[in-house]
């Protein structure tokens, strides 16, 4: 099995277990995928910030080190554009949404260890991603 971080025409980002490359494209070919979030059968392979390293190679130090900046860069582009930030409210409002109080969406914020815990034994799924200092002072 192997997973595929697919994106839509729509720019949702997800993924996708396949039995192998041939059975994504298959798929896709037949209009069998669609993104879970809009609908879109408009499926393509998103760029994965996963990498199995295999060796050194040339251009190995502050090029593959510029590199990962420019993907958490993206990654952290891709969060503040698709999100709402609910700052210190975000376990209030991820309980908020999750009985139905509010509409679902997706949202970003801080959360404390106890709030983490009562999210966790709600059955809420969330996702901790490390912000740089100088992302957060802006």
Request: proline share 3%.
């Amino acid at each position: 099995m192997i997973a595929f971080d697919l994106r839509c025409e729509k720019d949702h980002v997800f993924e996708a277990w396949f039995k192998d490359s041939f059975s994504f494209e298959k798929q896709k070919n037949e209009g069998l995928l669609a993104c879970p979030v809009c609908g879109s059968n408009h499926i393509e392979k998103a760029f994965s910030a996963v990498a199995v390293r295999t060796g050194k190679t040339a251009g190995d130090g502050l090029d593959s080190a510029s590199s990962l900046m420019k993907v958490m860069e993206r990654l952290y582009s891709v969060i503040e554009n698709n999100t709402v930030d609910v700052g210190t409210d975000f376990a209030k409002e991820a309980l908020k949404m999750h009985y139905g109080v509010t509409e679902p969406k997706n949202i970003r914020g801080i959360a404390t260890k106890q709030e983490e815990k009562i999210l966790r034994n709600e059955g809420i799924s969330f996702m901790k991603i490390p912000i740089p200092a100088k992302k957060r002072s802006n």
